[in-house]
């Protein structure tokens, strides 16, 4: 499976963005995915997953309330949407396939992942 990640950008605080991952192939729908991000400096980091199905999702405490993932398989797509941007969400955004249809935030749990979409939040 390969996965493209767009989306990214600069925006102000407060303002909201909209990532996409698109997969390569149906089976796509199969899978779980979650979003990683990486600042400068800093190790990765877990954001958000999404079930085979959509029907769990699960956030990191930072985004909660903020961010909302979900995926629309007839598309091979999954999508974070991020409202009310911090500047301490500034990083590198990755999307990342399972192998299975339900999965956590240990990045061990991804096989597939996608480059990076750069998003920065100003202040």
């Known amino acids: 499976v390969q996965l493209q990640a767009s989306g990214g950008g600069l925006v102000q605080a407060g303002g909201s963005l909209r990532l996409s991952c698109a997969a390569s192939?149906?089976?796509?729908?199969?899978?779980?995915v979650a979003w990683f991000r990486q600042a400068p400096g800093k190790e990765r980091e877990f954001v958000a997953t999404?079930?085979?199905?959509?029907?769990?999702?699960y956030y990191t405490n930072s985004v909660k309330g903020r961010f909302a993932i979900s995926r629309d398989n007839a598309k091979n797509t999954v999508y974070l949407q991020m409202n009310i941007l911090k500047p301490e969400d500034t990083a590198g955004y990755y999307c990342?396939?399972?192998?299975?249809?339900?999965?956590?935030?240990?990045?061990?749990?991804?096989?597939?992942w996608g480059q990076g979409t750069l998003v920065t939040v100003s202040s």
């Open positions: 990342a396939a399972a192998r299975k249809a339900v999965a956590g935030a240990g990045p061990d749990e991804y096989r597939y």
């Open positions: 192939r149906r089976t796509f729908s199969n899978n779980a």
């Open positions: 999404i079930s085979w199905n959509g029907g769990s999702t």
